[in-house]
Structure formats: C-alpha cells, structure tokens
C-alpha cells in the first residue's frame, strides 16, 4: 500500500507475518532504502495468516495507517501509527467478545462527518463477523450469518460500489457458492 501525506513523499508500504508470527512492516520512500520494523517487538503481540491493510485521513492531508491480523490466541488485532510514529495495538477482541478464524479485511469509508473503519472475518464458528469501528462508538460488532443465516468459508474481500455509493464485501458458502453482503 502507498502512504501519502508524508514529509518524505509517497511511502510504500508492506506487512506480513514472519514464519515464527512477527508482524512485520517494510517501508520504502524516493531516495531512501528499504526499512524493516517488527511490529511484534513494539506491540509484544504475535499473528498468525495474512494481514489486512486500510489507512483513514485526518486533517492536513496526513493519513492513519492501519493494519488488521488475527492473533495466536483467535483474537482481532488493529494496529495504527500515523507516518512515522510508533505502532500500536488494539484488541478488538477485548472490546467486542469474539473471537475470529479467518483472514481479515479490512477498509474505511466515510459515515457522515466521520470515518467508518470496517473488518470482516470469518468467526470461530465460520459465522461471518462485520466490527466496525467510528471515533464515536468505539469497536462494535455484528453477526451477519445471525441476520442472514450464511456462513462463509475462507477469506472475504471488500469493495467501494461507486454507482450504488456504499461499500460491498464477499465471501464463499461452504457450499462454494459467492455471497455479496451490501
């Protein structure tokens, strides 16, 4: 992912777990040299699977990054740093009481005169799980198979419907089936 706003210039941006559950961030800017930082020695919290990534704007055109992973224990992590500050984490899990078994995905839109983050995930029980974070409310979750009464098995990915002006995501049904939630 590119990070923009920066005093540097557009950075570019990534993150993967390390084979013994490091996250880890590598950074690289015009004119500079590839960066390495462990996350998990800054945070003291180890992953496990693919991360996702999403970055929200706050004033002066500097942008949050934010990166989505779940945790050894099942839990859902957020981690954020502005440019070029230190990460930190939140357990979502903490907050919101469950637990997670899949790959994350996470984005941001706009709700108003706030920024809406959103992750979506497979929970332990391959219910699909939507936490939704505003400045306002703080981590919340749905249950959407409670609503729906799908499941999903495997990752989901999301998707800003210009035409429809929302965002979209989704995911496969055991059955192999796709679903679009809206």
């Known amino acids: 992912w590119l990070s923009v706003g920066s005093p540097l210039g557009l950075i570019e941006n990534l993150a993967a777990p390390s084979p013994d559950g490091d996250l880890l961030h590598f950074s690289w800017h015009p004119g500079g040299d590839w960066a390495l930082t462990n996350v998990?020695?800054?945070?003291?919290?180890?992953?496990?699977?693919?991360?996702?990534?999403?970055?929200v704007p706050i004033e002066g055109g500097v942008f949050i990054d934010h990166l989505a992973a779940r945790a050894t224990n099942d839990d859902l992590l957020v981690f954020h740093r502005g440019e070029t500050g230190?990460?930190?984490?939140?357990?979502?899990?903490?907050?919101?009481?469950?637990?997670?078994?899949?790959?994350?995905?996470?984005?941001?839109?706009?709700?108003?005169?706030?920024?809406?983050?959103?992750?979506?995930?497979?929970?332990?029980?391959?219910?699909?799980l939507l936490f939704t974070y505003r400045p306002s409310t703080n981590w919340v979750v749905q249950d959407?198979?409670?609503?729906?009464?799908?499941?999903?098995?495997?990752?989901?990915?999301?998707w800003l419907d210009p035409v429809a002006k929302s965002d979209k995501f989704a995911g496969r049904a055991p059955n192999g089936d796709a679903l679009v939630f809206a």
Not at 40 to 55: E, H
Not at 95 to 120: D, F, H, L, N, Y
Not at 144 to 158: K, N, Y
Request: hydrophobic share 40%; glycine share 14%.
């Open 40 to 55: 998990s020695s800054t945070t003291q919290r180890k992953i496990q699977g693919p991360v996702a990534q999403w970055a």
């Open 144 to 158: 959407l198979t409670a609503v729906t009464g799908r499941t999903v098995s495997g990752p989901v990915t999301s």
């Open 86 to 128: 230190p990460w930190n984490v939140v357990n979502v899990t903490a907050i919101t009481g469950r637990k997670i078994a899949g790959e994350p995905e996470g984005w941001a839109v706009s709700a108003g005169a706030e920024i809406e983050e959103k992750v979506a995930v497979a929970g332990t029980g391959g219910e699909l």
